[in-house]
């Protein structure tokens, strides 16, 4: 011990050799973000819609849930999730051109006009018990892509009236009330969504965008304000901001508009939060002392908001000036969350049920598709340099 | 913030503890020509670390926002080190053991972590010159204090748990850079 070499040397050395070991596993592992291309993550993204379109059933829904392992599907279903897949193949439709999955989305149209409730002059779709605020949301936005690569006229009535709903459940706050029960015809006045807020906010964002003359971005801006000042602290959310994607597109969306600052305040933490949900999940390897340390590999539900939030974020950095600092980091980051999802998709030559799905634990859920689709689209388009989130009609 | 979380890290009253165990200290010169072999070995050393810094993280798949909080942990880890001397006490019998000391302190991870961090924000001419003026104030400041002699044991000790609190915020504010980066 009392050698200087030891003393001066090698204790140091050897304690630091310790320390940056651990930080080496704990703090700082490999971040695995292959180069993915936009055409690998197109053909990806028309894998999962095609388990989305080849596993719809007659009246319209989609498979919610499927475990490969008991090969069972568990007895639950989620309009709110639904209307968001039916959006996500209205999306590739339009940008992708596949035929199957606009059919399929007219059928998971079909599906929710088969399941509207209508009040005075709004209405939306129900589980038979209730008409929630995401709901309403994500049907808005289906029927708004619909519109977007059809030009049709169709339904802009039930688009309207959905909108009205939104405008009936939201706050003078910005905020929403959740739902409405249909049996007693009252408001949900307790309960609170995180996530309703953002998706409203698109929601109303493509209702002006459709119909410019009719004030809904009034509703619009407010929800913007609630989200970016006070959604957080209402939901009280640990680690602010929450990750939002709906939110992201919402204020891509409403780029054109002219944002305050505290929007694109508010975009900028929430590039930084997606930014370090995807390193995190880049670390990944579902094996050995990874497993230990970083834990499972989370769903594509999960990890494709992220993505979906990122490319979102590059088409507002794209148009206002005030992020223009962030475009390519964002852009990368995004890059790196749709080659872990095209890296982590079931291949070609399975069972229906599996080839283009994402699993975790033997489960896919709907959304898992849904998610991902949306993100490796626009990811693509990212790549491409394209900022334009409509389909070319 | 991490230019000054720098002159934390050099941390130039953890230099003077170990200068003040070198016992045979001849004269205001003796203190000069260790200190400029000193300065001159610790900045090539933190000019190799800023040169290849990038290419190092590179080759270890890090991005720079993780890498910032990498670095964090490590400065608040050396700060805490600092703050109870822990390595820092040594009784030395010869200058060339008091150069390899001062070294080894200088050219640890924090120092360097925070130059490479310093390189990534503004460059590696500007992590250069920031080296340039760490390195140089701790030397100096621990030639200084080694020249007041014995009776300010206290306030080096004082000086140096001071400098080292400050150093862990400059770790906290690495990670916050490092969870706020994209």
Redesign the interface.
Known sequence: MSH?VL???A???L??AV??GV??VV??P????ADGTPDEFRDTALDAAAWLYLNQRDDGSYVYEYDRASDEFPDAYNVVRHAGVTMSLYQVAGRLGDEASFDAAERGTAWLLDNMVYRDNWGGPTNGTNVKVGSAALMTIALAERRLLTGEPLHDGTMRALGEFMRVQQKENGGFFTKWFVATEMMDLRSTSAYYPGEALWALAMLHEAFPDEGWDVDAWETADFVSLLRDDEEDVEFPPLNDHWAAYGFAEMAEWGLEDQHTDYAR?L??RF??FI?FEA?KTDEGMSLQVRGDSRRSSALGTWVEGMAALWRLSMSDERLAD?SD??LE?ARCGAELLADRQVGDNQPPLESGAWFIHDVTRMDDQQHAISGLIYTADGLDGRGQREPDR | MTLITLLLVLNLAAVAVIWRGYRDWQARDDALRVGTVVAGAALAGLVAAISVGESVLDALDISDATFRIAAGAIVVFGALQAFLGIGLRHELASRAWLIVASLVWLLAPPGVVVAVAIALDDGVGTAVGVALVAVAVALTGAAWTVLMGERYELAVGLLRRTIAAGAVFGGVDLIRQGVLSI
């Not at chain 1, 490999?30 to 973000?33: I, K, N, Q, S, Y």
């Open positions: 200087p003393r001066i040397i204790l140091p050395v304690l630091w320390v940056l930080v080496r703090i700082a490999a971040e695995l973000c933490r590039a930084a930014s370090l390193r670390q962030i980091e964002i980051q």
